[in-house]
């Protein structure tokens, strides 16, 4: 077959969509998360902008919901000075029958520079990228289950900031993996960086066997999973999948994998918490636990804004 | 019409034949092979100098789309490709809209099909009615109207009380149930259980979605003593279960699509839809132990598993996307390749898709079933030529079908095709000509 392409990258090596952080390579991850940095001390400014996408289009294309992260990414779009469009098509043309590719041809007759693109199925960003204009943008807000690339790359940064060096670290992802965009992208992200022990930690049900191929280290014991992390990457669960065939209850889930302070306390004792948000108290993490000294949670939130504008920044000076 | 092709190598599968020689069709019969034809008035000649003359080939699993479907296929575009394809019979499948549930749309379907004399059609009756695997459809009044068997297609009966009786009355009157084993919950997935999905963030059909299908059938085949054939095998596990049905003695044979021969689940790449099939593409093992088991004989056929889809149900994202791709103009093509890579000789690889689907078909095929998928002096001139050493390259646009979708397309595989037809002959008439 036909070796292609990664279609995020052209054929400089150069980042033109986000799509997905497997196959980008380090330089590319670092390149942002550097980048990511930058932009940090814009959003401790009076006036909160840089004008490196002044004239450009971005519309926020949420075929699925989610006004936190829409909000993340039009407040990053903004701060590099762009007009930002939000359209909420899960409410308009998707209910009137229009296919997604006539959505997107549509919209690029509007002229529009960058799509950032939430969906519900895994791989739509990349027909959408596939699709679109040359000088169009694609970058995924979460598809399917597939990837959550900016997700990611601010849990990297978070990881960065605290800890530092990647190539020491224990890193338990725990939770529902198999539905998780965001455990996938972690995953990605670690292992490119270089992290040395990567854990998926979860009942058979929500941690398929399969993710060994990831060079990810598989637990279904809770205690083993955390023992000695430096990071733990707590994992939403979706209300839909608390009770019938995954699992049989929440409050079953939360007495083995919900992270209390005593199960915490297995991991290294600097260990830092995180949590993509938002989170199910009493579900998968105790309120102490979310709310403590180890918790980086809000801090992830204030990094993806400067993640955001960091990637946005890049693919747009990027031509295809 | 009296017509000779001379010089060509003629090929019959069944007997081993495979040696330079003349054939003469009167009518719509063969009525010489070898050297006696040489004083022959023929009316027609073809000069078959390079060419392989072969049996016309028969497809196991083509859908023709009609009725209902037309806006994905119609019987004159896909009855035109399996005439490019070198495919003189074929097996049609009853999930149409309505479903072949009905001896009328049966009648229909085979007098247009006639009419337009590029592929003897042969079609599948629904198992059950509408498919909705409740109640039995009228089988011996399907028969009669031209049905050889009678299929679920995708859709799996999850009565098992309703399937039971369903083979034995199919039992009971000699009829063979096509089932693709698959488990109705299991198989609700897009792409197989494996590395590739869960990387993907697809939703995976396991192996034992398969398996556990396929032990609940053999136990049924015991209990039954119906004759089944099973559609589209895409798994080594599923392979081991069929040697093993096999050497008890059950009466059951298998095919397998030219997509699971060729491709596996590494080939969707980044989420390309023309790789989103049913059964999904599975993984190299997998792909391996089919090719090994066509080659031994254990799968019995190789088919197209044509379905033509149209432009705008692919452009989805790939779960979406509807599953299937056009195949019968490639049916050879990828055959031949199947067999250089196996090492076979062309007796051997023609054999799975001439004379051992004929076998598959057996009594339902009535007079045919002593002349079809084989060149016999007094049979039917049923005859593909195809030249076995021309390399091409598949572009969608090329395509009869009115479905443009292949996973084989030179684009995305970058893959040239070896062995090409050039003339296709039913019932001693010329359905495709392109020498």
């Known amino acids: ?320 | 019409m009296r017509t000779m092709i001379r010089n060509g190598r003629v090929i019959d599968p069944a007997s081993g034949r495979d040696q330079m020689a003349d054939l003469v069709i009167a009518g719509d019969r063969i009525v010489a092979i070898g050297d006696k034809a040489a004083d022959f008035e023929a009316e027609r000649v073809i000069d078959a100098r390079g060419l392989v003359v072969a049996p016309g080939l028969v497809d196991l699993a083509a859908r023709l789309r009609e009725p209902g479907q037309e806006h994905e296929g119609m019987l004159e575009s896909e009855l035109q490709a399996a005439a490019a394809g070198g495919v003189t019979s074929l097996v049609c499948l009853p999930d149409t809209d309505p479903v072949l549930d009905e001896p009328g749309l049966v009648e229909m379907l085979k007098f247009r099909a006639r009419k337009l004399s590029r592929c003897r059609v042969f079609p599948l009756g629904a198992l059950t009615r509408r498919l909705e695997g409740q109640v039995l459809t009228e089988m011996i009044e399907l028969t009669e109207a031209g049905c050889v068997g009678f299929s679920q297609v995708d859709v799996p009966v999850t009565n098992t009380l309703v399937l039971m009786r369903a083979l034995q009355y199919a039992a009971t009157h000699g009829y063979t149930v096509w089932l693709r084993p698959q488990d109705a919950w299991l198989g609700q997935g897009v792409a197989a259980g494996g590395a590739v999905a869960t990387r993907l963030g697809l939703t995976s059909v396991p192996v034992a979605a398969e398996t556990i299908a396929m032990h609940t059938l053999f136990e049924l085949v015991r209990i039954t003593g119906v004759r089944l054939h099973l559609c589209r095998l895409s798994s080594a596990a599923g392979v081991a279960l069929l040697r093993q049905a096999k050497a008890e003695g059950l009466a059951v044979s298998a095919d397998v699509s030219v997509n699971s021969l060729h491709l596996t689940d590494v080939d969707i790449g980044y989420f390309n839809a023309d790789m989103r099939l049913t059964p999904p593409l599975r993984q190299g093992a997998d792909r391996d132990a089919l090719r090994a088991a066509l080659a031994d004989g254990t799968i019995d056929a190789l088919v197209s598993d044509h379905n033509p889809v149209a432009e705008d149900m692919k452009n989805l994202p790939f779960a979406e996307a509807e599953p299937g791709a056009s195949g019968l103009e490639l049916l050879l093509a990828l055959a031949l390749r199947w067999g250089a890579d196996q090492g076979l000789p062309l007796t051997r690889t023609l054999a799975r898709v001439t004379c051992d689907p004929v076998r598959v078909l057996g009594d339902a095929l009535g007079s045919l079933a002593s002349s079809a998928g084989r060149l016999v002096e007094g049979g039917v001139a049923d005859i593909c030529l195809f030249d076995p050493d021309v390399d091409w390259s598949v572009t969608p646009e090329q395509l009869c079908s009115q479905g443009k979708h292949t996973p084989f397309a030179f684009a995305s595989t970058g893959m040239a095709l070896r062995g090409r037809v050039r003339t296709t002959l039913v019932a001693g008439t010329i359905a495709f000509d392109q020498r």
């Open chain 1, 1 to 320: 077959m036909l070796h292609r392409r990664n279609p995020q990258l052209n054929a400089n090596g150069e980042l033109i969509h986000l799509l997905s952080i497997e196959g980008l390579p380090q330089a590319v991850l670092t390149q942002i998360l550097d980048t990511a940095s930058t932009f940090l001390s814009v959003n401790d400014r009076e006036v909160k902008k840089v004008p490196l996408l002044r004239g450009k289009s971005v519309f926020n294309l949420f075929f699925e919901n989610s006004t936190r992260t829409r909000t993340t990414f039009e407040i990053a779009a903004k701060r590099l000075s762009a007009d930002v469009i939000n359209l909420d098509i899960a409410k308009s043309s998707a209910s009137k029958g229009e296919s997604l590719l006539d959505t997107i041809a549509n919209l690029s007759a509007m002229h529009a520079d960058m799509f950032v693109v939430r969906h519900s199925e895994s791989g739509a960003p990349h027909l959408i990228a596939q699709h679109c204009a040359p000088h169009v943008h694609v970058v995924n807000a979460g598809d399917g289950r597939h990837a959550h690339p900016t997700q990611g790359l601010l849990d990297m940064y978070t990881i960065r900031h605290f800890k530092r060096d990647f190539t020491q670290l224990s890193v338990a992802v725990v939770g529902d993996i198999v539905h998780s965009r965001v455990a996938r992208s972690d995953i990605h992200g670690l292992s490119i960086l270089g992290v040395p022990d990567i854990r998926a930690v979860g009942p058979k049900t929500l941690v398929p066997s399969d993710l060994r191929e990831m060079g990810v280290r598989v637990c279904h014991d809770m205690a083993e999973g955390i023992r000695g992390a430096d990071v733990i990457i707590m994992l939403r669960l979706q209300n839909e999948r608390m009770s019938g065939a995954l699992l049989p209850s929440a409050s079953e889930f939360y007495k083995s994998y919900g992270l209390t302070p005593h199960k915490l306390a297995l991991a290294s004792p600097d260990a830092i918490v995180m949590h993509p948000g938002p989170i199910n108290r009493g579900v998968e993490i105790d309120s102490t636990v979310a709310d403590g000294r180890q918790s980086v949670i809000l801090p992830q939130v204030t990094f993806g804004i400067a993640v955001r504008m960091a990637v946005m920044s890049t693919i747009a000076g990027n031509a295809a």
